[in-house]
T-cell receptor
Framework: DTGVSQNPRHKITKRGQNVTFRCDPISEHNRLYWYRQTLGQGPEFLTYFQNEAQLEKSRLLSDRFSAERPKGSFSTLEIQRTEQGDSAMYLC??????????????FGQGTRLTVV | GDSVTQMEGPVTLSEEAFLTINCTYTATGYPSLFWYVQYPGEGLQLLLKATKADDKGSNKGFEATYRKETTSFHLEKGSVQVSDSAVYFC??????????????FGKGTHLIIQP
């Protein structure tokens, strides 16, 4: 399978615990994105990387959230001191710019986080 | 800021009916426009795209035309099938405004096709 892969698919955690999610993008894609999706809403942009550099972070990304892409390949998203409001689907996507124009991102199946 | 507005669902149609899902947008620059589809239990899939005014994106019998004058990108299909039942998201990417390629999504429209 050469698509975007996310692990785990589901995570249940107690409030206050830390969680970490992993994303493996399509291998030749240099851009990687994290989104959050809550029930009945469209995905909301959190952050993106070009290779290993984190180039933009949304105001939705509080100080408890941190993302890394250490070698420009896979990425991790960590949430510290989880809160019930963090319960959502966390989506990873990757893309490759074509002739300077964005041609669309390819999404993984997501990690569903439930904070109890 | 950028935003996408799409018709609220659920939209329920009979098989072979004509489908239109409206989508309008606001953007500070000159965005690229996309439709994504999410089938039950699956991830988001890119359905079609258009990167400049008057472009028509098409895939799997679905079409959408980039209308700059009306800031719209309505999704259409001439004859829907039960297998088209899914949630459809309209989205834009507005890098010309200086931001990243992050997508701004609408809330999604749940389409239900009855046999």
């Amino acid at each position: 399978d050469t698509g975007v892969s996310q692990n785990p698919r589901h995570k249940i955690t107690k409030r206050g615990q830390n969680v970490t999610f992993r994303c493996d993008p399509i291998s030749e894609h240099n851009r990687l994105y994290w989104y959050r999706q809550t029930l009945g809403q469209g995905p909301e942009f959190l952050t993106y990387f070009q290779n290993e550099a984190q180039l933009e972070k949304s105001r939705l990304l509080s100080d408890r959230f941190s993302a890394e892409r250490p070698k420009g390949s896979f990425s991790t998203l960590e949430i510290q001191r989880t809160e019930q409001g963090d319960s959502a689907m966390y989506l990873c996507a990757s893309s490759l710019r074509s002739r300077g124009r964005f041609v669309g991102a390819f999404f993984g199946q997501g990690t569903r986080l439930t904070v109890v | 800021g950028d935003s996408v507005t799409q018709m609220e669902g659920p939209v329920t149609l009979s098989e072979e009916a004509f489908l239109t899902i409206n989508c309008t947008y606001t953007a500070t620059g000159y965005p690229s426009l996309f439709w994504y589809v999410q089938y039950p239990g699956e991830g988001l899939q890119l359905l079609l795209k258009a990167t400049k005014a008057d472009d028509k994106g098409s895939n799997k019998g679905f079409e959408a035309t980039y209308r700059k004058e009306t800031t719209s990108f309505h999704l259409e299909k001439g004859s829907v099938q039960v297998s088209d039942s899914a949630v459809y998201f309209c989205a834009l990417s507005d890098r010309s405004g200086g931001g990243a390629d992050g997508l701004t999504f609408g809330k999604g429209t749940h389409l239900i096709i009855q046999p």
